[in-house]
């Protein structure tokens, strides 16, 4: 099985990633899924480490509870 990703910037505000699955043991022809993922300046990205104890984010705005 081999597994190819492209990412790419598909506008000023947009990331494209296109990946394709080659696997002929269990496809028959390769498969690709494409995903589009939109800048967010609402939004932190913080670091994590998952030695550390668990940090509860519920407080943190825009995170909801499933």
């Known amino acids: 099985m ?11 505000t947009q990331l494209e990633i296109v990946a394709t699955i080659h696997d002929p043991m269990y496809y028959t022809r390769d498969w690709s899924t494409r995903f ?22 519920s407080a943190v705005p825009g995170v909801r509870r499933p």
Request: aromatic share 6%.
């Open 2 to 12: 081999a597994t190819t990703e492209r990412v790419r910037k598909i506008s000023p």
């Open 36 to 57: 589009v993922y939109n800048l967010r300046t609402d939004l932190r990205i913080e670091d994590y480490n998952c030695g550390e104890p668990h940090r509860d984010i």
